[in-house]
């Protein structure tokens, strides 16, 4: 069985391009247009999806939850119900911005935190579920969402290996298309935590599963280790301003950045090869140039016996033996004349053309 996953037609594989998802989250503040333009900038700097996250507050929170005090800075409310309120968008949003992301030609989809925005989200039909590290033990939801047959792709932030078979084995018997991802549940995580050779334990241990990283570092060189570590799939968090109002605006990439991480990754395919080594015509003129040849030191007779100190390494590397044929020059005899600085050649030595 071959590692990939299909998602709205972009075949992700060991030898694809990585899948870059920028989270929005709840980064647009719950403002329409805010969220229109973070999925243009997203689509602009080069990402394959923009992700969104869907809750039913009320079911997913406990009354207590729900209505406790959250006044601070970062508020949209004066109780934490209120502010996830604030920020959750229904069903006439979700319809125009999927339309919105279908006219700009990037993939739109979402986390499903409960069963009915899971349901929500398949009448939606959106082409692929997002599950948090937070219900990486949900084996009901997982199960449930499995059932939908679409590609899934499972964060595993907060949990161990055993945490990630339990959900793996609940899945994969209902739904094979299963993306694992590599996450630290910090905000933001601190970079001895992101722990990415958990990228190589993951394709050992899953080896026909496409595998990623869900990273909450406030950088962008680690996307690319990821990638050469085998991850095919990389969400970043994103943002058109740090400073705006609400937690995660301060770790998600700006446009900036997110560009400049997809350039890298996309790089890094091409830059990766094949693997065998040869020399490259772009190569030529720069080693030619750098490049050295055998010439002699001064003038010399024909007749005359080569040393070792009649001959040089001089550039460019132009006409003459390259140097690694030095010990088949010493001892040999000019047949014909030559002046300093010119090229030794087997020609000069052997008496061809030209001499």
Known sequence: MTREINIDGFLIHDDSDCYVIAEI?????????????????????????VKLQKRDNRVLY????????????????????????ALEFGWDEYVELKQY????????????????SADFLAKLDVPAFKIA?????????????????KPMILSTGGGSMEDVLRAYEAIMPINPQ????????????????????????????????????SSHDNGIAMA???????????????????????????????????????????RARVAFGDGIKRPYDSEQEPIKKMGKK????RDLPRGYALRSEDIMLKSPGDGGLPPYELSKVIGRTLMCDVTEDDSITFEILNGSYGC
């Open 25 to 49: 989250g709840h980064n647009h503040q719950g403002n329409l247009e805010t969220a229109k333009d973070m999925f243009r900038a997203a689509k602009e700097c080069g990402a394959n999806a």
């Open 62 to 85: 406990t009354k207590a939850g729900y209505n406790r005090s959250y006044e601070h800075r970062n508020s949209f409310g004066k109780t934490y119900g209120e502010h996830r309120e």
């Open 101 to 116: 992301a279908q006219e700009l030609g990037i993939t739109m989809f979402a986390t499903a935190f409960d069963f009915p």
């Open 133 to 149: 590290s937070g219900d990486l033990k949900s084996i009901s939801l997982l199960v449930h969402i499995a059932q939908f047959q």
């Open 178 to 213: 299963l993306a694992i991802l590599q996450c630290t549940a910090g905000y933001p995580c601190e970079f001895h935590e992101l722990n990415l050779r958990v990228i190589t334990t993951f394709r050992e241990r899953f080896p026909n599963n496409v595998i990623g990283l």
């Open 224 to 266: 690319l280790i990821a990638y050469v570590l085998g991850a095919r799939i990389v969400e970043k968090h994103f943002t058109l301003n740090h400073t705006w109002k609400g937690t995660d605006h301060a770790f998600s990439l700006e446009p900036i950045g997110l560009r400049k991480m997809v350039r890298d990754l996309r």
């Open 294 to 297: 055998l010439v002699v030191t």
